[in-house]
């Protein structure tokens, strides 16, 4: 157990579902991230959140939608997705997005998603 | 932009040293960091070094670190099967994000 906590681990869904990740953590962290891990790039930073407020958007689609009502808990909703939306989606959080504190990120074990 | 590079695969015997290695590009990061990824888990924080310093180490991992030439190492004495996974170097260029290298998988042989 890390202290970063993602539910749930597995999600099987179809292209008309709407499902959401929940990502939690009580480390006292500020800032928390969404990541995609898949075959075809191994790590691809989505969201970033600094104390509840998004400051970053890496481009990604709107069929995923990010919601951060306080700085212990992430969630990422989906909805419409395509099956090369199937990955690995790992959160982490970090004290702030500055880099001050203890270095590094803390990750969770991730949510495996199928996209049928 | 950023990059950081690392070779994709690395075998080794069990008992044998491991040595991973890493280049990047950006020198603004004040630490560098190696993850590891087990099957089916997140990554986990193995270590990280200080951009001041040229080696750590921790038990069987020594970090090297050449900063003149944005290399970065990491070498696992004693390989064990528990040791197979997926090695992820890092960096935090000053004012951005971490910048993950695509990661090298080790697998140990018996």
């Known amino acids: 157990e890390t202290g970063v906590t993602q539910t749930p681990r597995h999600l099987v869904m179809g292209m008309t579902n709407k499902k959401s990740l929940k990502c939690e953590q009580h480390l006292g962290h500020n800032a928390m991230y969404w990541y995609k891990q898949s075959a075809k790039k191994p790590l691809e930073l989505m969201f970033v959140?600094?104390?509840?407020?998004?400051?970053e958007n890496n481009s990604v689609p709107s069929r995923f939608s990010p919601e951060c009502p306080n700085s212990s808990h992430l969630f990422l909703h989906l909805h419409t997705l395509q099956p090369e939306d199937s990955a690995l989606y790992l959160c982490?959080?970090?004290?702030?997005?500055?880099?001050?504190?203890?270095?590094?990120?803390?990750f969770g074990s991730g949510t495996r998603l199928t996209v049928v | 932009g950023e990059d950081v590079e690392q070779s994709l695969f690395l075998s080794v015997r069990e008992g044998d040293s491991s040595v991973i290695n890493c280049t990047y590009t950006?020198?603004?990061?004040?630490?560098l960091y190696w993850y590891k990824q087990e099957p089916g888990a997140g990554l986990q924080l193995l270590t990280y070094?200080?951009?001041?310093?040229d080696m750590k180490q921790d038990q069987r991992l020594t970090v090297l670190l050449n900063k003149k030439d944005k290399h970065l190492s990491l070498r696992i004495a004693d390989t064990q099967t528990g040791d197979s996974a997926i090695y992820f170097c890092?960096?935090?260029?000053?004012?951005?994000?971490?910048?993950f290298g695509p990661g090298t998988r080790l697998s140990v042989l018996p």
């Open positions: 950006d020198s603004s990061s004040t630490y």
């Open positions: 982490a959080s970090s004290q702030t997005t500055s880099g001050t504190g203890r270095p590094g990120y803390t």
């Open positions: 890092a960096e935090i260029p000053y004012g951005q994000n971490f910048v």
């Open positions: 959140y600094n104390f509840k407020e998004q400051t």
């Open positions: 070094i200080f951009s001041n310093m």
